[in-house]
């Protein structure tokens, strides 16, 4: 398997060299980037698995360059605040991130993140289980290009939590599913203690299905157990 690709897009100098050392002894390949213009640069020269960035950027923030990130389908992206704010960390999985860690952090727990999130997003099998379009209640699901289709048309790229979270609503309809089996298939990790991760992720997929006039509620929360999916999906 090829090395993966890590770039550490963070303007503070010592945490960048930090975190570069870090990775760089975990066996990693690794770039640096002070702002968004040089992350874009390394994209149009590297393929890169993973983004590590801090919030607070120079020029656009990195809230802003998240959305950018997005767009590429394959790129794991984990977020680093200086601040213990619910509101970053909910922004930061509004927009798609897959992961946050709040400075100081643990380096280890902060590779171990990492390690377990590229084994999704450079896994050659990771999706090779997915059918390439699921359709239910008019709606459809394309693996190939990871979006969301609407009756009416419309179509919602999705980041990778969302596809997955999906995907394994339609895989087990009619199912309770709990938040540790969600977020384990989202990001191949544990639930930790006020994480809101899966919830942030649900509402984000409850706004696309919103989207069309009259849309029956296809997502139900079951109290103090997790959330069902209640659509009917097509043989």
Request: aromatic content about 6%.
């Amino acid at each position: 398997m090829q090395t993966p690709n890590i770039l550490i897009v963070e303007d503070e100098v010592v945490t960048r060299t930090t975190l570069k050392s870090l990775f760089e002894a975990e066996g990693y390949n690794v770039f640096e980037a002070e702002n968004g213009e040089q992350m874009h640069d390394f994209f149009e020269n590297h393929t890169i698995n993973l983004v590590i960035m801090d919030i607070n950027l120079p020029g656009k923030n990195g809230l802003i360059l998240a959305r950018e990130v997005r767009d590429r389908k394959n790129i794991g992206l984990i977020f680093l605040t200086g601040r213990d704010n619910d509101v970053d960390r909910i922004l930061g999985l509004e927009i798609g991130a897959d992961d946050y860690l709040t400075k100081p952090f643990n380096p280890r727990e902060l590779t171990i993140r990492a390690r377990n999130l590229l084994s999704r997003t450079t896994s050659s099998t990771e999706d090779d289980d997915l059918p390439s379009r699921v359709s239910f209640n008019g709606w459809t699901l394309d693996g190939d290009s990871r979006s969301l289709i609407a009756p009416s048309g419309n179509e919602f790229r999705l980041p990778r939590s969302e596809f997955r979270a999906l995907h394994l609503f339609l895989s087990n309809p009619g199912k309770i599913l709990t938040r540790e089996q969600l977020i384990m298939e989202m990001t191949g990790r544990e639930l930790r203690p006020n994480d809101r991760t899966v919830d942030v992720t649900i509402r984000r997929i409850r706004k696309h299905f919103e989207s069309e006039p009259n849309e029956e509620e296809l997502i139900v929360t079951i109290h103090g157990e997790g959330y069902r999916f209640c659509g009917s999906v097509d043989s």
